[in-house]
Structures are given as structure tokens and as C-alpha cells.
Antibody
Framework: EVQLVQSGGGLVQPGGSLRLSCAAS????????MNWVRQAPGKGLEWVSH????????YYADSVKGRFTISRDNAKNSLYLQMNSLRAEDTAVYYC??????WGQGTLVTVSS | EIVLTQSPGTLSLSPGERATLSCRAS???????LAWYQQKPGQPPRLLIY???SRATGIPDRFSGSGSGTDFTLTISRLEPEDFAVYYC?????????FGQGTKVEIK
């Protein structure tokens, strides 16, 4: 069974940092591109970042470019999102997604003082 | 960046009725990279349709997708009680992947 289990969310002050993790199982992780998508409270979906299966190609939404870094460890079947210089508008539930056909359960990131 | 505009914002229908949801792109989208998702409160999105008209695994055939260029449509032929939810279109063909703002299908 395909599973994406997320961890690492929480409350952080503006300007702070947080690292999200997504542990994959039930499929050959190194064969798939992965994405992060977020959803602010009561709002729609916003694509955040993409990483290719090898990790060589990275894409970011303009809203996070220069502040967020996506990475993966294929040996550990894990995906990461390092979030720096966090702002109030980054408050959202963050989802990891295998391509876009399987999604994690989501983790809430709250940026507030 | 391709902007996707969904209409209507809210669709009020009864079970058994047909639902037609629209997604219009600000520039041409490759048919290979247009998807539709369903999302219910407190749950992650669920992929319904990919490549404009291909149903994802386990998706009932009452869901169908069509379109090309800048105009795409998701049709639910006969609404079941579990179909009342928010639906999003998405394009994923370039380096920036974008979602529409969503259409809520609610019980009339």
C-alpha cells in the first residue's frame, strides 16, 4: 500500500525556520517526482515545490522562491521541505504528494508571534 | 504563469443531477497535463482525472473530463451523496504548476 507519512509541522515565529518531512513506503520512491502543496485555512490549494525523481530538477512557486528548499533522500525514501524566513502568510496545511496521485495526510504550519 | 479560473464558484444541485464544472486557462495548456481533484473537509485532495480525460485508479465512471487548449470541463453524470465536495483543476505541464480556485458542489 502506498503511504506518505508527514511530520515536522508546528508553531513558529515570523522569521523562523521549520523542516517538514515526508516518509514514503509501498512504492519505489526513487522512480517518482514529488511535490509539496499547501492550503491556507479556508482557502484553495497552492502548489509550492517540485523535485524530480533523481533530485536534479527543482521548481518553486514565486511565493517561496529563495526561502524554501525541497530535497529528497532516495536511500531513506524521504522527502523534505526546509522553510526559512517564515511569514504569517505561510500559515497552511502542507501536503507532500507523489507526482499528484498520492498525497500525505498533511501537516499544519502556523507562523505567529 | 498560467492562471486557471474555475466556474461557477458554487454549484447547488440535488443527488441524481448532472454537474458540469468549468476550468479556463489564461494560455493554452497541453491536454496531457490537466488534472481534476476532489477534496472533502479535513482530507487531502484526491486525484480524479489526469491528462484531461483519464480517470485515476478507482474513480467511478460517472466522473469524466474533456476539453483542450484553454477550456476544460469536469462532468459528474449523476451526483451521489458522497460527491458533494470541492473540486479543483490543475495544470502541471511546466516548471510552475497551478491550481484553479475551486468549485464547491453543494446539496440543494
Amino acid at each position: 500500500e502506498v503511504q506518505l507519512v508527514q511530520s515536522g509541522g508546528g508553531l513558529v515565529q515570523p522569521g523562523g525556520s521549520l523542516r517538514l518531512s515526508c516518509a514514503a513506503s509501498g512504492f519505489i520512491f526513487s522512480n517518482y517526482e514529488m511535490n509539496w502543496v499547501r492550503q491556507a485555512p479556508g482557502k484553495g490549494l497552492e502548489w509550492v515545490s517540485h523535485i524530480s525523481s533523481s533530485g536534479n530538477t527543482l521548481y518553486y512557486a514565486d511565493s517561496v522562491k529563495g526561502r524554501f528548499t525541497i530535497s529528497r533522500d532516495n536511500a531513506k525514501n524521504s522527502l523534505y521541505l526546509q522553510m526559512n524566513s517564515l511569514r504569517a502568510e505561510d500559515t497552511a496545511v502542507y501536503y507532500c504528494a507523489r507526482y499528484f496521485d498520492r498525497w500525505g495526510q498533511g501537516t499544519l504550519v502556523t507562523v505567529s508571534s | 504563469e498560467i492562471v486557471l479560473t474555475q466556474s461557477p464558484g458554487t454549484l447547488s444541485l440535488s443527488p441524481g443531477e448532472r454537474a458540469t464544472l468549468s476550468c479556463r486557462a489564461s494560455q493554452s495548456v497541453s491536454s496531457s497535463y490537466l488534472a481534476w481533484y476532489q477534496q472533502k473537509p479535513g482530507q487531502p485532495p484526491r486525484l480524479l482525472i489526469y491528462a484531461t480525460s483519464s480517470r485515476a485508479t478507482g474513480i467511478p465512471d460517472r466522473f469524466s473530463g474533456s476539453g483542450s487548449g484553454t477550456d476544460f470541463t469536469l462532468t459528474i453524470s449523476r451526483l451521489e451523496p458522497e460527491d458533494f465536495a470541492v473540486y479543483y483543476c490543475q495544470q502541471y505541464g511546466g516548471s510552475v504548476r497551478t491550481f484553479g480556485q475551486g468549485t464547491k458542489v453543494e446539496i440543494k
